[in-house]
């Protein structure tokens, strides 16, 4: 039991180490790189991130502060996050 607590703070202090990324940054960027267009709406982004919609900003302004993602306005998709 202890080590499934324990297991995503270490995951989650390693990949910070590594990338300076942490694990709700990560899975997002996993989820961008799925689509064929590598980009998806901000309300699908946020259900499938199981975020909230202010949990998914503040992933989309460290994404976007470290350049691995933008916003962008497709016309068909309305807002969206796609990675760079």
């Known amino acids: 039991m202890r080590a499934l607590a324990v297991a995503p703070r270490v995951l989650d202090a390693d990949l910070g180490s590594a990338s300076?990324?942490?694990?709700?940054?990560y899975h997002v960027l996993v989820l961008?790189?799925?689509?064929?267009?590598?980009?998806?709406?901000?309300?699908?982004?946020?259900?499938?991130?199981?975020?909230?919609?202010?949990?998914?900003?503040?992933?989309?302004?460290?994404?976007i502060l470290a350049a691995w993602s933008n916003v962008c306005d497709h016309r068909q998709m309305g807002a969206a996050m796609s990675l760079n």
């Open 20 to 25: 300076r990324l942490n694990m709700a940054d």
């Open 32 to 63: 961008l790189s799925e689509p064929p267009e590598r980009a998806m709406r901000m309300n699908e982004l946020a259900a499938e991130a199981i975020l909230t919609p202010s949990g998914l900003t503040r992933v989309v302004e460290r994404l």
